[in-house]
């Protein structure tokens, strides 16, 4: 199936010569969550806004629903709803005046059943008379997206959803995110935090310093790139480790108390088998064993050099 975004060497240097993006390559499916993962200043929000049609490319293409951004700016931005970070819309209007003029904004025809089926997808039914100012934070949240869906937009793009939101918040907006999933929405949102990419994505993709370094399956990734750890805890503590098992990528740990085997991939875990087998030869017997998976973070900040 052909992407529903592609883009194609893209670039990006600002009017006072900084180059925030450097030849990005990146297709979107239809109907996945893509979560782009970087720093601050890696050129997430500029990528956006580029996709978006707010910041025009310096080089290269990006076709939306194969249309290009640039030249068919109307078409392309009628399929894409944007979530900003904050609303700043008028916090004396309604939520359904909020919502209905957003619609109207794309061109839209007035549609009250349409904007209904989305204040109570996104649980603000019962708010929809109440004026902006007097919701909670989640729930203005809720109208940030209710507004970009108002134009039925087929792509949704979230600017850092749950940026300093608490746990609960984050959780409900992770769930209205599979929702909308499941209503056949593309969502590609950025973050900061890589527990929501490992939460709710897809795929993810890693941008530094204007350059996209890998996209993947999120599964694949933690898979080709995470790495384990088995520790053995020692019946008896080592001086240091038999010459027979230098072979294994092994270290000795707490004054030889324990042994750690660092391996990756499946080839490395077939040895397990066999470095149990030369640790009974050896004589040498574990009371307690414990297994470590490096998490998304670990891989991120193995990549970029930073924590997200
Ligand atoms: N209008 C502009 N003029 C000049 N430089 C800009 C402009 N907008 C952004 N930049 C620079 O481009 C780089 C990328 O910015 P961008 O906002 O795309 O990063 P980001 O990954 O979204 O960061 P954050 O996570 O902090 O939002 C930054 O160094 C920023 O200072």
């Not at 384990?228 to 230098?246: C, D, H, S």
């Not at 391996?263 to 050896?282: D, K, N, V």
């Amino acid at each position: 199936m052909a992407p529903i975004v592609s883009i194609r060497n893209l670039a990006k240097t600002y009017g006072n010569g900084f180059q925030a993006l450097k030849g990005v390559d990146l297709d979107i499916k239809k109907g996945e969550i893509l979560a782009l993962l970087g720093p601050n200043g890696a050129g997430k929000t500029t990528l956006i806004s580029i996709v978006c049609g707010l910041v025009n490319p310096s080089g290269g293409q990006v076709l939306v629903g194969g249309h290009d951004v640039v030249r068919d700016f109307r078409q392309t931005r009628a399929m894409i709803g944007l979530v900003p970070q904050e609303l700043t819309t008028d916090m004396f209007e309604t939520v359904w005046n909020t919502v209905s003029f957003s619609r109207g904004l794309h061109g839209k025809k007035a549609d009250p059943g349409r904007i209904e089926t989305i204040l109570k997808d996104l649980s603000l039914w019962d708010k929809k008379d109440n004026m902006l100012r007097e919701l909670s934070g989640g729930m203005k949240r809720r109208v940030l997206i209710a507004k970009a869906l108002a134009h039925e937009p087929e792509i949704l793009f979230l600017d850092e959803p749950t940026a300093g939101v608490d746990v609960n918040l984050r959780r409900e907006m992770w769930q209205v995110v599979e929702r909308l999933r499941k209503g056949g929405v593309t969502v590609i949102l950025t973050t900061h935090y890589i527990e929501e990419a490992e939460e709710i994505a897809d795929r993810v993709g890693v941008i530094n310093h204007g350059e996209l370094l890998l996209v993947e399956d999120k599964t694949a990734l933690m898979r080709k790139l995470g790495r384990k750890e088995l520790r053995l805890e020692l019946a008896e503590p080592l001086g240091a480790l038999p010459p027979v098992l230098a072979p294994y990528n092994l270290a000795l740990a707490e004054d030889g108390g324990a042994l750690i085997y660092e391996y990756q991939g499946e080839a490395e875990q077939g040895r397990i088998g066999t470095l149990l087998g030369s640790l009974a030869a050896q004589g040498i017997e574990f009371r307690d064993l414990s297994t470590r998976q490096s998490s998304l973070e670990d891989i991120f900040v193995e990549l970029v050099g930073q924590r997200a």
